[in-house]
Every structure is written in structure tokens, then in C-alpha cells.
């Protein structure tokens, strides 16, 4: 998930797009990205608890 964001925006740089829309698009790429990201991170933090309170 992580990966493919970055190579958008590697490839969305070599594009000629005005500053104003590129901005634009990389704020909804960040979004993108976060929301990829925090379930991952609130699973991983969830599957620690349940994990350290089995044992």
C-alpha cells in the first residue's frame, strides 16, 4: 500500500502539472495513504494487545 503511494507520487513529479493542481492531488494522495495506513497500524496495535494478554 505504502509502496504504490509513493510510486503515484514518484511518477505524478515527472508529469507536467500546474503547481495548484498537483497540490491539490497530492493532498488527496496523503489522504489516500493515511487512511491505507492507520487501520493497519490500529489492527497491528490490536492484535499486540490480544496477543500480550493471552500470554
Same mark, same amino acid.
Given at each position: 500500500? %505504502?509502496?504504490?503511494? =509513493? #510510486? =503515484? =507520487?514518484?511518477?505524478?513529479? #515527472?508529469?507536467?502539472?500546474?503547481?495548484q493542481?498537483s497540490f491539490?492531488?497530492?493532498?488527496?494522495? =496523503?489522504?489516500?495513504?493515511g487512511? %491505507?495506513?492507520?487501520?493497519?497500524?490500529i489492527?497491528?496495535v490490536?492484535v $499486540? $494487545?490480544v $496477543? $500480550?494478554f493471552?500470554?
Amino acid at each position: 500500500m %505504502g509502496n504504490l503511494a =509513493v #510510486q =503515484v =507520487v514518484l511518477y505524478n513529479n #515527472q508529469l507536467p502539472i500546474p503547481k495548484q493542481k498537483s497540490f491539490r492531488f497530492n493532498r488527496i494522495l =496523503v489522504a489516500i495513504a493515511g487512511v %491505507g495506513v492507520l487501520p493497519s497500524i490500529i489492527l497491528g496495535v490490536n492484535v $499486540t $494487545t490480544v $496477543t $500480550t494478554f493471552s500470554l
